[in-house]
């Protein structure tokens, strides 16, 4: 079980029972990854204070006084080695180190899936008379001499078109600047 506060990336909405109702990508990703998830509430910062305590124990460790460098890759190696220092502390609560604790996390997770989790939204659309297609009711795509169903998926800056019927039926890609004409057929 993994604890996150509300982000919205995650939750699209806290209900009246305090259950939330997780966004559609988050869902995908628990899946993909095979994990469960619980949510801080609302305004109580308590609930994760020795995580929002550390971060200030390592600005104050890591950052003050304000580190001067002439290589950051240099010092990017060298505050790389004082956090694999810092793991031979001994944890507050549990008297033992924090590497050992950290040993058995990595013994209690689940191994990473073989494939790799896409960060994208799917939509589905048909395409009108003149092959366009609308996203988010403002963004037209021509699919030239393509007049179908069609199954989108938006990645960042580029959007790759299916066949409704048949996912596996790749159409053409574009980059997601308008305006969208795709004619690699």
């Known amino acids: 079980?993994?604890?996150?506060d509300n982000m919205s990336?995650?939750?699209?909405?806290?209900?009246?029972d305090g259950e939330r109702e997780v966004t559609d990508n988050f869902r995908r990703l628990q899946c993909h990854f095979s994990f469960e998830s619980n949510f801080c509430n609302p305004v109580a910062g308590y609930e994760k204070g020795s995580v929002e305590n550390y971060v200030g124990t390592a600005r104050r460790n890591y950052f003050v006084p304000i580190p001067h460098f002439d290589d950051i890759e240099i010092y990017n190696q060298e505050l790389l080695t004082r956090c694999y220092q810092d793991l031979n502390r001994q944890h507050y609560?549990?008297?033992v180190s924090v590497?050992?604790?950290f040993q058995e996390d990595l013994e209690a997770m689940a191994?990473?899936?073989?494939s790799p989790f896409e960060a994208v939204n799917y939509q589905l659309a048909r395409t009108n008379r003149q092959g366009m297609v609308t996203y988010h009711a403002k963004l037209p795509s021509t699919i030239l001499n393509y007049f179908n169903s069609l199954a989108h998926h938006l990645c960042c800056q580029r959007c790759r078109h299916f066949n409704e019927?048949?996912?596996r039926c790749f159409i053409c890609t574009h980059d997601f600047t308008p305006p969208f004409y795709c004619s690699s057929f």
């Open 111 to 114: 191994s990473l899936p073989s």
């Open 99 to 101: 590497y050992q604790l």
């Open 1 to 4: 079980v993994i604890w996150l």
């Open 93 to 95: 609560k549990k008297k």
């Open 9 to 16: 990336t995650a939750v699209k909405k806290i209900l009246a």
């Open 165 to 167: 019927n048949c996912l």
